[in-house]
């Protein structure tokens, strides 16, 4: 008979998730011993080597490699570190919580938000992914690989209504976390 722990980690299709969900069971365990809240987060938005290049991406007006219509909820850094000192001081133990942003655009709408505080037009192609794999596969593009647009073609919606209970409250909209990376990304030298 197959465990529930099996089922979870089943379910994440690559290291990386299984890793974290890996972690999550180990510290868990320990409950007993020690108060312990998990804190889930969103994909993380802020300046770092990632960012950049996405960014890099779209200022060469590259194919989104995917129809981009999932929905790309995300968390904004200065947003995640708020929730982490909400939850040092109000989780329960044992809990696990999810952060993001309430904001919900598709992935195609959170390019085109960025293209735009980038100067850049609000106009992004978009290609079939059999087409983007192929691509990938002819011209050796690290970035175009199965997992790498799994990742990004990802359905990313998240209910954080758990943690707002805790009196979680987004400070930064969407739109001034996108600016505020752009800024940071620049002064930084990404």
């Not at 954080?160 to 030298?189: C, H, P, R, S, V």
Request: some cysteine.
């Amino acid at each position: 008979m197959t465990s529930m722990w099996e089922v979870i980690t089943n379910l994440f299709k690559n290291l990386y998730e299984k890793s974290k969900v890996e972690a999550e069971q180990i510290v868990l365990n320990y409950q007993e011993v020690i108060e312990v809240s998990v804190l889930r987060s969103a994909m993380i938005l802020g300046p770092n080597k990632y960012w950049s290049r996405m960014f890099k991406v779209l200022k060469k007006k590259f194919p989104l490699p995917t129809k981009g219509k999932n929905t790309f909820q995300i968390i904004f850094v200065k947003e995640l570190v708020n929730a982490l000192i909400l939850l040092i001081k109000k989780g329960n133990s044992g809990e696990i919580y999810l952060v993001a942003g309430k904001e919900q655009p598709s992935l195609k709408g959170f390019c085109l938000d960025v293209k735009e505080q980038l100067g850049l037009k609000r106009k992004l192609f978009t290609m079939p992914t059999f087409l983007a794999l192929l691509l990938g596969k002819l011209l050796r593009v690290k970035v175009l690989t199965r997992e790498n647009i799994r990742h990004l073609s990802k359905e990313r919606k998240y209910n954080i209504k758990k943690i707002e209970t805790l009196g979680f409250k987004q400070k930064y909209n969407l739109e001034e976390a996108i600016i505020e990376t752009i800024e940071d990304i620049k002064q930084m030298d990404l």
